[in-house]
């Protein structure tokens, strides 16, 4: 019976059904499936009329699949034969390691009528290059018959071109036969005209952009070699692709252990503060794969750090959980210290080559030049001593009239200079005196800006040879000594930050600002270098927290209330201004007493000259973050608060660049903007500090930074030792008048 | 003792079986794998819960319903649970036993043409189920779970011809049996998923079966790589007529499912391993079809999920930390994608030391 039934049913399934006649007549997946009889226990669906018959006397097929993906090319060429898919290898994947900017990563731009940038493009030990590429864009001022942007690579021109990529990025090749293994300079020079003005406003409308991560060599995948070099050119070109290295782990890494691996990582691009995530090892693949990451892995037996290469191609540096720090000195070794602005000796002259900007040469019709430096940090003088600025300078013949030299200290003009009427000579030192107490302890910044007007304006700027303003290298500086004196400052702190520790609250969670924002500092834990004035102290130390962990953080030395600090770093008090707003429309005891409060607040400031207590200050500003030195005693604990719309990389960055910004953190407490600029809370009533014996020698500078910091209590403090003089005095001549009449 | 208290003392005893694993992380909060599961759903799972291999003509299959059971039931995600029950018991279910049908075809006049099981796919859903009841904290789902088991050991699970009273676990309920011996499918021999659905279900079969499998696989790899299919005979394994012997598409789960089974150092994951060493592939080429006898690699594949099983084989035969895993991916595959996700699923639950670097 079976026999009977069973075949009409095979032909039904595998002839008459439209899947199996689609395996037939396409050269598809095939899946070959005919029906099964014999079921136990199956009702038939056809003409089946046992299905409960035996399966050994069925000639029937097993459920079975095509799993094979039509257009593998390895496989399609191998079904049907026996070829060794080794034969014919694929070739590996190429793929670009991107340039290094000088100033960061991602677009970069260079902008002004002779600009300049500086790439570094790396190529790995043993890699055949394939190609050498620049990814740029301009703006849509630029007049390209008119305009030339020239390659340098390693000291030798290799390509120029006009430049007209104005609807986006375009690529340029360029040779590469000057390219070597390891570290290439390539310079870009950008020789741009404006289509229609010349003028300093046409300065800034010329420009070129460069994509680093559309920037550098192409070469094969497979030719990176698993050497500690390798590893650190294919890290360094993951960060300039902007794309960041993530740190991959099963679970939650040691603290210790991210907090050293970032700390090496981030000194490959020391200030940039790169995105060194953690990410699970299971995270889906993104849309490019990385060059090279971190993978944090179980201890084994085996070498606790390891590079190995990626399923994909790229390289992986394997850390064992375990690692000692000093097992990552091969592959990462910990980052040298960075130098820093050139630190001023007071007294002692210091020219431009000391301060290490050397001469300088302007060639744009609007070009500033900053000169950063520091002086001691117990530096202080804030009387009427003059510093001196001795200028060697010279500038073209024939500039326009209006043209003008400005010359800066910490962004107040000390000198105006014209830069026409006696052009193509270099003229006479001029000392330009200005006043010693626009420098601060810590940093400062010397800045010259030329301002040529374009002659005419409304026409394309004439081509000019050669520098429009040239200052010479011997110009000096000379800022007077001081007393050993300081003020409440948490600029030092945080320049010699990168020698101690940076972390989160206890507690924080992972996904927090706070965690975001640690990520990201750690990485500028590349110190600067330290000078003999830093302190014996403890190392510095900065702890971050955010909103829901303030109860964690020792605040309460500030005198900072929670509310006027949620309110501050953005947390919406719509009861407390409905308050304000209420309270306002009442007259009462309490409007009297803040009248009163205030006036008397007032009456405090001219005495005690400085910012209101911290929570007034605060009281009218918003900002993303404050930076707190919770005890001045403890200048080198610093707290970072971060506020509700802080987005990490910026905090980050604003932080790094105060270290070194004479705009940057000071005082005890300082409010990060949104902008990025930072205001500094100065506290009234802490008086500087002397630090070293009142002399007779150094008392005149002692009393005149007094005077200068409170006049009030200075001339008080003089009434009264003036009345105790008269007193004496009186007493003196009563008692010698009675003696004498006796 | 009755059925209840028989599945309540079973619950208990999977959820502890489990407890190192998927329900320990189900009950501490996000599972690691959701992020790959999420992509994994969005690409292959409709919103019907039917889960769709485009590959093989849009079809759907009890074992793609069975897989994707298991991983939703792994990290948690109850809705998509539900769904794929949904849809496979509306769709599937069309014996009057309560295995499922194993192929619906979207474009068929009828969906279900064929009304055999396939006894992996089967298996997997009991196992789902089970997984389910615990992450879900939904204990009547072992009731169903059993009933799957119960009637999955009547139909596939046999004697092994050579007499040895071992068990045999046959890929369906019909269809396998030749005039001299089964045709088996090793790798639907699931040691870990038969050891659990036993420990639930209280169908002992299964715990037998699964030590049983075990030795199979490893009779099989004494002759080289373990075969897609293979006969076994009274006087041992052959060749099955007609069928592939090739260690390919079937047979790379093989070390996959001894891995997550706890058998790391299985003879058969050593052979895997030392072939894919031993493989001289272009860089991404993972090798899918090798020659049983020689290694000799017959094709090769640049889908991701292939180069995962790979890399997970290679890391359980090393002393070393890290797998060699790519991140899990969708630009491939069903079949490939999914090997990849249950690969980074077995070395989750089973490997720590073989994460994925």
């Known amino acids: ?742 | 003792m009755n059925r209840r208290r028989l599945l309540q003392s079973s619950f208990g005893a999977v959820a502890s079986l489990m407890a190192g694993g998927a329900l320990a992380q189900a009950g501490r909060g996000t599972h690691p794998l959701t992020a790959a599961w999420e992509v994994w759903k969005a690409a292959y799972l409709e919103p019907d819960g039917r889960v769709v291999d485009r590959l093989q003509q849009g079809a759907s299959h009890s074992e793609s319903q069975g897989y994707g059971l298991l991983l939703a039931a792994t990290v948690g995600d109850e809705a998509a649970f539900d769904s794929i029950n949904a849809w496979t018991m509306s769709n599937l279910r069309m014996r009057p036993d309560h295995l499922f049908a194993w192929r619906w075809l979207p474009d068929s006049a009828t969906n279900v043409p064929d009304r055999n099981n396939a006894s992996d796919g089967d298996l997997f859903y009991a196992w789902g189920l089970i997984r389910g009841a615990v992450t879900l904290q939904r204990p009547e789902l072992i009731d169903r779970a059993t009933d799957i088991a119960t009637d999955l050991a009547a139909a596939c699970i046999q004697p092994h011809p050579d007499g040895s009273g071992r068990l045999v676990f046959t890929p369906a309920a019909g269809g396998f049996q030749r005039d001299e011996g089964l045709i088996v499918n090793p790798s639907y021999m699931m040691p870990l998923a038969m050891r659990e659905v036993a420990a639930s279900t209280g169908v002992s079969a299964f715990a037998r079966c699964a030590d049983d499998s075990v030795r199979i696989i490893t009779d099989l790899a004494q002759g080289g790589l373990v075969p897609d299919w293979i006969e076994l005979r009274p006087g041992g394994a052959v060749p099955a007529e007609g069928m592939s012997n090739e260690n390919g598409y079937e047979a790379m789960r093989v070390p996959l499912f001894l891995v997550w089974s706890g058998q790391q150092q299985h003879l058969a994951v050593r052979r895997q391993s030392a072939a894919y060493a031993d493989a001289d592939t272009a860089r991404g080429a993972t090798p899918t079809v090798l020659d049983r006898g020689t290694g000799v690699v017959l094709e090769t594949s640049s889908d991701p999920g292939y180069s995962a099983l790979a890399g997970l084989s290679l890391c359980v035969t090393s002393t070393r930390a890290g797998a060699l895993m790519p991140r899990f991916s969708t630009r491939q595959p069903y079949y490939p994608a999914t090997l990849h996700l249950m690969t980074l699923l077995a070395q989750f639950e089973a490997v720590s030391r073989c994460v994925p670097i």
């Not at chain 1, 007032?602 to 910012?611: E, K, L, N, V």
């Not at chain 1, 660049?657 to 409010?671: E, N």
């Open chain 1, 1 to 742: 019976m079976i026999r009977r039934w069973l075949p009409p049913l095979l032909v039904g399934a595998v002839v008459m059904s439209p899947v199996a006649r689609a395996q037939e007549t396409a050269d598809e997946p095939v899946i070959d499936l005919s029906p099964l009889l014999g079921l136990e226990g199956v009702q038939p669906t056809d003409e089946a009329e046992d299905p409960a018959a035996p399966a050994d006397e069925i000639d029937a097929v097993l459920p079975d699949y095509s799993r094979r993906a039509p257009g593998d090319a390895a496989a399609d060429a191998a079904a049907g034969e026996e070829p060794d898919a080794a034969e014919a290898p694929e070739p590996e994947p190429q793929v670009l390691f991107p340039a290094v900017a000088n100033g960061g990563f991602g677009i970069q731009r260079m902008s002004g009528e002779h600009a300049r940038m500086e790439l570094r493009v790396i190529v790995p030990p043993g890699a055949d290059v394939e190609a050498l590429t620049v990814s740029y864009r301009n703006s849509i001022n630029v007049l390209t018959a008119e305009s030339q942007i020239t390659a340098i690579l390693n000291g030798v021109e290799i390509g120029s071109w006009a430049p007209n990529a104005f609807a986006g990025f375009e690529t340029v090749s360029l040779p590469t036969d000057e390219l070597r293994s390891g570290s290439n300079e390539l310079i870009l020079l950008g020789d741009h005209r404006h289509r229609i003005f010349c003028g300093p406003d046409a300065t800034f409308e010329v420009w070129t952009e460069v994509d680093t991560a559309g920037t550098g060599v192409t070469l094969d995948l497979g030719q990176l070699s698993a050497q500690s070099q390798s590893l650190a050119d294919t890290l360094l070109a993951q960060l300039s692709s902007g794309g960041g290295v993530p740190l991959v782990a099963a679970g939650t890494p040691d603290p210790a252990l991210v907090a050293e691996l970032r700390r090496r990582i981030g000194g490959l691009m020391p200030g940039l503060l790169p995105d060194l995530p953690v990410e699970s090892a299971y995270t889906p693949a993104g849309e490019t794969p990385s060059l090279a990451r971190v993978a944090i892995v179980p201890d084994t037996e085996g070498p606790p750090v390891e590079v190995r290469r990626t399923p994909e191609g790229g390289l992986v540096l394997v850390v064992e959980e375990g690692a000692e720090p000093s097992a990552l000195d091969t592959f990462l070794p910990l980052p040298e210290a960075r130098t820093g602005p050139t630190l001023v000796d007071p007294g002692q002259p210091a020219s431009l080559d000391d301060l290490g900007s050397g001469a300088i040469e302007m060639r744009e019709r609007y070009e500033r030049v900053d000169v950063d430096f520091r002086l001691p940090r117990d530096w202080l003088l804030m009387s009427s001593q003059k510093a001196q600025i001795d200028l060697t300078y010279g500038y073209a013949a024939d500039l326009p009239e209006g043209s003008l030299l400005l010359v800066k200290v910490n962004d107040t003009t000390v000198r105006l200079l014209p830069l026409f009427g006696q052009g193509g000579e270099v003229l006479p030192t001029l000392p330009i005196g200005f006043p010693a107490r626009l420098l601060s302890p810590g940093m400062n910044r010397l800045s010259f800006e030329a301002v040529v007007p374009g002659d005419p304006p409304d026409l394309p700027c004439p081509p000019v040879d050669g520098p429009i303003l040239a200052i010479s290298g011997d110009s000096s500086l000379s800022v007077p000594p001081s007393p050993r004196m300081r003020r409440i400052d948490m600029g030092p702190t945080l320049y010699e930050l990168g020698s101690g520790t940076i972390e989160a609250v206890p507690g924080v969670a992972e996904n927090s600002r706070a965690a975001a924002v640690d990520a990201r500092l750690a990485t500028l834990a590349t110190p600067y270098r330290l000078d003999a004035d830093a302190g014996d102290g403890p190392a510095p130390s900065l702890v971050i927290a955010d909103l829901t962990r303030l109860d964690d953080v020792p605040l309460g030395a500030v005198g900072l209330d929670r509310m006027r600090l949620e309110t501050a770093l953005g947390v919406a008090r719509p009861d407390l201004e409905e308050d304000i707003a209420e309270g306002s429309t009442v007259w009462s005891l309490s409007r009297l007493s803040d009248a009163a409060r205030t006036l008397w607040q007032r009456i405090a400031g001219i005495a005690r000259p400085g910012d209101p207590p911290l929570d007034r200050w605060l009281s009218d500003r918003q900002g993303t973050a404050l930076l707190v030195m919770p005890r001045p005693d403890v200048p080198e604990e610093l707290v970072l608060i971060l506020g509700q719309r802080a987005d990490p990389a910026t905090v980050a960055a604003a932080v790094e660049k105060g270290r070194t910004d004479p705009d940057g953190p000071g005082g005890q407490a300082a409010l990060l903007n949104a902008d990025g600029t930072w205001e500094t809370w100065q506290p009234a009533g802490v008086a500087p500090v002397l630090e070293e014996p009142l002399t007779i020698r150094n008392a005149r500078i002692v009393a005149g930074n007094y005077a200068s910091w409170s006049p009030f209590i200075y001339v008080a403090l003089l009434t009264v030792l003036v009345s105790i003089s008269v007193l004496l005095g009186l007493i003196f001549v009563v008692r010698t008048r009675e003696s004498r009449n006796r």
